[in-house]
């Protein structure tokens, strides 16, 4: 043996220790400790691993590691060559998933649909000063006016108010209930709102007279804000 395997091994030796012991103890393999007290050193890992290995088995010996690494042969090495890295390109950019354009176009077309109903609401910016919606709905004779049919028929119309919009004064809802359809539609116009208008079929409430009203009567409102009446049909034929 060579000396620095001969020091290492008669040391071990010396102090009853056995290569298992020395595994155990230090958590170097049992063949690399084999290797360094044979000099084997090319069965060792690269070169930084095998002085850490020295090192390590030295301390536990109780062995100056500086004395230990003077007799490592470091040109006597052979290193391995390490194959060159593969070139990493960056990636391209992922396509443009379909599922996004569909749901891009589902919000687009629900935007559209809400900018439509708000204009509808309000009366919209270019049609004239008071419009509003004449809506006309259906429902079985004996039910209450709060339940309408969902399957409305919606009707716009224009029917001039002679109320400026331009600016939203604080107004009082006046109290429409039991009046007759077109004197609830001055005493809207007259308070400077708008009105929605919902026909129904009703068996107690004569026809053209207001069933229900909303917002309720005395709300505080802006002017131009739409009220919906909800006015008789008579009862169904």
Known sequence: M????KILSETRISRGLTLDDIERETRIA????????HDEFDALPAPVY????LR???QFLGIDPKEVLRFYPEKGRQTAELAPLPQVTKAPPPA??????VAGGVILVFLLAGAIILRLGSGGDKEPSGASVSVIATQPAGEGAEQLNPAIDLQP???ATGQESAEAQPVTVPDVRDAMGMDALTSVREAGLT???VRV???????GFVISQSPSPDDDARAGDPVTLVISRGPRK
């Open 2 to 5: 060579a000396v620095l395997g």
């Open 30 to 37: 049992r063949r690399y400790l084999e290797a360094l007290e």
């Open 50 to 53: 095998c002085r850490a290995f």
């Open 56 to 58: 390590t088995y030295a």
């Open 96 to 101: 443009l998933s379909p599922n996004w354009i």
């Open 157 to 159: 119309t224009t029917e």
């Open 195 to 197: 009105y929605v208008v």
């Open 201 to 207: 079929y009703d068996d107690e409430v004569p026809a």
